[in-house]
């Protein structure tokens, strides 16, 4: 704190405790011995009660730090010296990630495995071009140190790495557990990367207490060093898979991990790099530490050398020595005169112990200067040459692939995320798994109020409405169904049965929940079926069939379904049922054709279905010709006409037709 760090013990002390958490650091930097928190969030103990001491990791990165391998500055206060960078001989900034945000930038990198980052680094020095994609054969995604399944696909993955932006989903890992008789729960071992145990339990619980996870029972936390949370579910019949999948949607035991590779290359010009761009930064950066410390170690050798040839001088000529420091008065100055010696070297012999005159010490100084007169050529020769720098590279990037051996240390090596593809469930299930199926009646005004009854009501004449309302249409449904809205306009709104209001008021108007025209009004709605087909027609008596689930729309604006041009107007809209169509005027003129002369469609103004001199359609109904075409009289009377009675009413599409026969309500609908 005094020499590099003014902004007091606290901030300095929450670094050092993050950087010795074996989950919050893929490879932590520091051993710590105490309470250094935990996954639960808890904080660790004050600093008087823990101690801190470097990891391998650390001193890899330090590794040369005294040997003028990396450029110092002057610290805050100026008092003191600090280094601009790390040697870094372990890659530290691919290994333990990185996030943070700095002035107009930020910059999210997510941890990785040591072996496979130094095997790709291989690959790049023994071929400079290799092709970006194929270090994905070596590094295959992020290493988390909590492990977890990364539900990426590799495309996304492979792009992410070529432009250095991108993300990684990462799910919890889980487990199926029988508990005999048919029951069992799910088994979360390993949550996603900076996730808070604690916090996402106590979210788990209060989806569970809103009722937002209906398939889920309960949750305990059964961890204890490992983590354990069982999920326990309402029904033994419940699919693991998709209660799951209904929690990974709503909480974060799926979440996503940004990566953003935004880093200062060179030291200075920040980038965003792709994945082979970083690795050549850092080995170009392991070259340039190289050759500093071997001009260091040269100029070492230099000296030393210097200063035992002064020795060997000495030595053969000893007793003039030892005469010219007893009768001289500046027995230096003689001495550089005398034998051409430097000033180093007329130090050093002064400079010497009497003990080391002894027989042995000149052939230990003869020894010496050759190993080193040996050191020094392999030096030279490696200073000379970038095929050696780049081989004495390599072989310091292998080592350290040697340390973090997967095999040799499996501990810290090998790798804790795996990968898997998401299991495919339909948005439909997972969509219904998400909501309590509760039985409801959907009531619509005439003015156009929705809401939701509980239950499935039997009479409707009890319902309560605004002064001036009353009932349009109500019909059963459950919480778990679409509800489709067909308006004048051809348009087809869709709203989630459980974003019903409730029953107790009026409801609320259609138009806050979706954004319907002012000039349009509601044909009907209904409960979607998938499997049904619907019978459309305006005004004008124009029409086709579409199946139910084209229509499905995914915003508040609606699905355009039928092309209308004012004055016509949408007018019906039914399901489709049996192989003939009657469809009568207001004209009274009925006319009965069969329904494969309908095309399917999934959007127009489709085909005239019968024609009128003036006024418009009435109403519509299709029919099985066996069963018969049957309608109801205001006195709730059923009639029924056979194929025979039907014969002078049968025709083809978009002709005038008949009269209705005697009998047909004066409505003109048929009931």
């Known amino acids: 704190m005094g020499k590099f760090h003014p902004h007091g013990d606290q901030s300095i002390y929450d670094a050092l405790v993050r950087l010795a958490q074996p989950f919050a650091m893929r490879y932590p930097l520091v051993d710590g011995q105490g309470n250094f928190g935990n996954i639960d969030g808890d904080n660790a103990a004050a600093m008087r009660y823990t101690e801190a001491r470097m990891t391998e990791v650390a001193s890899e990165i330090l590794t040369g730090i005294t040997e003028d391998a990396v450029d110092f500055r002057l610290t805050y206060n100026e008092e003191d010296e600090e280094p601009t960078v790390l040697p870094g001989a372990f890659p530290n900034l691919l290994c333990n990630g990185s996030s943070g945000i700095a002035v107009g930038m930020a910059t999210s990198i997510p941890p990785h495995n040591a072996a496979e980052v130094c095997d790709a680094a291989l690959a790049i020095i023994d071929d400079p071009d290799v092709d970006p994609e194929r270090l994905l054969d070596f590094v295959k995604g992020p290493d988390f140190p909590t492990g977890g399944i990364i539900v990426e696909g590799p495309d996304s993955i492979r792009e992410a790495y070529a432009t250095g932006r991108g993300g990684f989903r990462v799910r919890a890992r889980w487990h199926k557990e029988e508990q005999g008789r048919g029951m069992w729960t799910a088994v979360v071992t390993e949550i996603p990367y900076g996730v808070q145990k604690s916090r996402l339990i106590e979210k788990i619980a209060e989806l569970i207490i809103s009722r937002r996870l209906p398939l889920l029972e309960d949750i305990r936390d059964e961890s204890a060093e490992d983590i354990r949370i069982v999920l326990v579910p309402k029904s033994r019949t419940v699919a693991a898979e998709l209660l799951m999948e209904s929690v990974f949607k709503l909480t974060d035991l799926e979440s996503r991990f940004p990566l953003n590779m935004n880093v200062l290359s060179r030291g200075k010009v920040p980038g965003v790099l792709s994945l082979k761009q970083v690795l050549r930064e850092w080995l170009d950066h392991r070259r340039e530490v190289l050759l500093r410390r071997s001009r260091h170690r040269l100029a070492e050798i230099e000296r030393r050398l210097e200063i035992l040839a002064g020795y060997l001088v000495a030595y053969l000529n000893i007793d003039e020595v030892i005469r010219i420091i007893r009768e001289e008065d500046e027995p230096k100055k003689v001495m550089i005169a005398r034998f051409e010696l430097t000033d180093t070297q007329a130090e050093a012999i002064l400079n010497m112990r009497l003990r080391a005159l002894r027989k042995l010490e000149e052939f230990e100084i003869r020894k010496e200067f050759e190993k080193l007169s040996e050191e020094k050529d392999g030096i030279e020769a490696l200073l000379a040459s970038t095929a050696r720098q780049w081989k004495t590279v390599r072989w310091e990037v292998a080592k350290v692939r040697q340390t973090f051996d997967p095999e040799k240390n499996p501990g810290l090596g090998k790798r804790r995320t795996?990968?898997?593809?998401?299991?495919?469930?339909?948005?439909?299930?997972?969509?219904?798994?998400?909501?309590?199926?509760?039985?409801?009646?959907?009531?619509?005004?005439?003015?156009?109020?929705?809401?939701?009854?509980?239950?499935?009501?039997?009479?409707?004449?009890s319902l309560s409405f605004k002064e001036g309302d009353s009932l349009k249409i109500a019909f059963h449904a459950q919480t778990t169904d679409k509800i489709l809205l067909f308006t004048t306009g051809g348009k087809v709104f869709t709203i989630g049965a459980d974003r019903l209001p409730g029953g107790r008021g009026h409801g609320e108007p259609v138009r806050i929940m979706v954004d319907m025209e002012n000039d349009q009004a509601i044909v009907t709605a209904f409960a979607h079926d998938p499997e049904r087909r619907l019978l459309v027609a305006s005004h004008a008596g124009n029409g086709f069939v579409v199946a139910e689930k084209e229509i499905i729309a995914n915003t508040r604006k609606?699905?355009?379904?039928?092309?209308?041009?004012?004055?016509?107007?949408?007018?019906?809209?039914?399901?489709?049922?049996?192989?003939?169509?009657?469809?009568?005027?207001?004209?009274?003129?009925?006319?009965?054709?069969?329904?494969?002369?309908?095309?399917?469609?999934?959007?127009?103004?489709?085909?005239?279905?019968?024609?009128?001199?003036?006024?418009?359609?009435s109403d519509i109904k299709t029919f099985a010709m066996e069963e018969g075409l049957s309608w109801k009289d205001s006195a709730d009377r059923t009639f029924v006409k056979t194929r025979e009675e039907l014969t002078e009413w049968m025709g083809n599409r978009a002709a005038a037709g008949r009269m209705a026969p005697k009998g047909f309500p004066r409505t003109g609908k048929f009931g």
């Open 418 to 461: 795996t990968f898997a593809e998401a299991p495919e469930h339909d948005l439909e299930e997972v969509h219904e798994a998400l909501i309590e199926r509760e039985p409801i009646t959907v009531v619509l005004s005439e003015k156009g109020w929705l809401r939701a009854m509980k239950g499935h009501l039997a009479d409707f004449s």
């Open 558 to 617: 609606g699905k355009q379904v039928m092309n209308v041009k004012a004055p016509d107007e949408a007018k019906l809209c039914l399901p489709v049922s049996g192989d003939h169509v009657a469809i009568v005027g207001q004209n009274r003129k009925l006319l009965v054709f069969p329904l494969s002369e309908v095309p399917e469609m999934s959007r127009g103004k489709g085909v005239r279905l019968q024609r009128y001199k003036d006024g418009g359609v």
